[in-house]
């Protein structure tokens, strides 16, 4: 028969090594049947940044930022990714034995039971919540908390955060969320995914009515009857020994995945609905796509749409055919949604552009910098095929002093990068042109189309492309376009005076990873 007794155990607030400690004790000694099933609530002091069991530190945290804000770094028994817990936040964790549910397998049914308690206690607050994907407990599409586990022998853990206050900007920061490439109300659109209670409610519940709460609703839900316990005699025992392991730099470190393993790629694409932009953190061993996305100006209805979209791609293998029917499985599901003037191709257009990245990576170009090639009308191996015989290059670049500025020629001087990108372009067999503003441009695509000409390469910045990418498509020219590097007449607010060619700053050409493009020709 089996016990509903169970213990529940709350272990107050802890440091991040001291509660992966426990963790791993409590799991090992319950699979040794010399502890019961427990029901553990936890808390952290100070805020502790976790990577998810088979992550790299180096790849999912920033350790700089960590430390000088004394953020506890640690890794869990668990797998996932990477996730920030303030003092604010409850952590719930089940310890038991696989026979209880009658489970030899942890699967998603059996997450989403385990996840019932805290989803009726977000009720009983007045929150209507749902378990989403694989492990996720959302709120109008925003979560609240994350779930895992892990298993040892004939027992499991499984463990979730709850979000009762939270500082995103905090977390923003401390963990590799990809914000540098992101402007303000873009980092603000990131915020939109995620909530907690007193953002639901607008205030925050007294945290002893909140354990009482998900005490009374795991009783309720599991049939159990809870009775409170401190750690045992064996457990402050065993206690010490586990601390050191989870102390150490060997544990916190096992994993080193270098960052060529586990890229951030992302996609621009300018569609009718507006800019969208796609963000996918990958683990290139193990072929998985980590996270995902979306963001950019286009208006979704209602955006639940969208972050259900990204939970769809947790931890999805990365194969082309797949991604495209779970994502065109998604839309048909969902129920009174749209995106204003967008199609579903505008979103497979982004896939394809993922892959076409990692085409670019397995031709020896680094990840990081796959992100500054953008593909116009053909593939990189395609255009490089086709012999490119033009050199397109911004007037931006050139020295603000120099007396061929708003020339299409340079007499090569060594004074700015431009010059040294026409040397590179003669020992290409290449022709070198300077474009002197958009209606330059224009002119020069239209010349281009007209000589026949067969692809080219050009340089300008990121947000001069995605602003005109119907413009370079249109064109019907097969292109390789590299970023550049340095603030652009956009980062500065001034891309209307660079448009009429009259922008006053210099940038500089990326010559280094030109050379690497010019080489495949």
Not at 181 to 204: A, M
Not at 442 to 452: C, M, Q, V, Y
Request: glycine share 6%; proline share 3%.
């Amino acid at each position: 028969m089996v016990n509903r007794d169970w213990r529940l155990l709350d272990t107050g607030v802890l440091t991040a090594a001291e509660n992966m400690a426990l963790d791993e004790m409590l799991l090992e000694l319950r699979a040794k049947n010399q502890i019961p099933n427990t029901l553990r609530i936890l808390q952290f002091n100070p805020p502790a940044a976790l990577v998810g069991f088979h992550q790299s530190i180096e790849q999912e945290i920033r350790i700089d930022y960590c430390n000088k804000m004394d953020i506890d770094i640690n890794r869990r028994i668990t797998g996932g990714g990477a996730i920030y817990f303030d003092r604010t936040q409850l952590g719930w964790e089940i310890i038991c034995s696989k026979e209880f549910f009658n489970h030899s397998m942890p699967n998603v049914e059996l997450f989403k039971k385990l996840s019932l308690p805290v989803i009726d206690m977000l009720g009983q607050l007045g929150i209507r919540a749902n378990f989403r994907g694989r492990n996720d407990i959302e709120v109008n599409g925003r979560k609240i908390s994350g779930t895992g586990g892990a298993e040892w022998g004939n027992a499991f853990l499984f463990q979730g955060t709850l979000l009762v206050d939270f500082d995103v900007d905090t977390m923003l920061r401390a963990l590799r969320i990809p914000i540098e490439k992101l402007k303000r109300h873009e980092i603000d659109s990131l915020k939109e995914r995620v909530t907690c209670i007193k953002w639901e409610l607008g205030y925050t519940p007294d945290i002893k009515i909140i354990k009482d709460l998900i005490r009374k609703s795991f009783e309720k839900h599991f049939g159990i009857n809870l009775f409170e316990s401190k750690l045992t005699e064996i457990e402050l025992k065993e206690f010490q020994t586990y601390l050191e392991k989870f102390r150490s730099n060997k544990w916190i470190h096992k994993v080193k995945l270098p960052s060529s393993e586990q890229p951030v790629l992302y996609i621009t694409r300018l569609s009718k609905a507006g800019k969208i932009k796609a963000f996918f953190t990958l683990n290139l061993r193990h072929r998985r796509i980590q996270s995902a996305i979306f963001i950019g100006d286009f208006f979704a209805y209602p955006a639940r749409a969208i972050f259900d979209l990204e939970a769809l791609f947790k931890e999805m293998p990365l194969e082309r055919e797949l991604i495209i029917q779970k994502m065109k499985e998604h839309f048909q599901h969902q129920k009174n949604f749209y995106i204003l003037n967008a199609k579903i191709t505008d979103f497979i257009k982004i896939i394809e552009g993922l892959f076409e990245k990692l085409k670019i990576i397995e031709l020896g170009i680094p990840p990081e910098e796959s992100n500054r090639i953008f593909l116009v009308n053909g593939t990189y191996e395609g255009v490089l095929d086709q012999k490119p015989n033009h050199l397109l290059l911004p007037y931006c670049a050139k020295s603000t002093e120099c007396s061929y500025r708003y020339k299409n020629q340079c007499e090569m001087c060594k004074e700015c990068t431009v010059g040294d990108a026409y040397r590179l372009a003669f020992e290409t067999n290449m022709k070198p042109i300077t474009i002197t503003s958009f209606e330059d441009l224009i002119a020069t695509l239209k010349e281009l189309k007209r000589i026949k000409a067969p692809a080219y390469i050009g340089c300008c910045c990121e947000q001069f492309y995605t602003k005109h990418q119907d413009a370079f498509e249109s064109a019907g020219i097969p292109a390789i376009l590299l970023d550049i590097n340095n603030e652009t007449c956009y980062d500065l607010g001034k891309a209307a005076f660079a448009y009429r060619g009259e922008f006053e700053s210099q940038t500089s050409l990326n010559l280094k990873l030109l050379k690497k493009v010019l080489d495949g020709i």
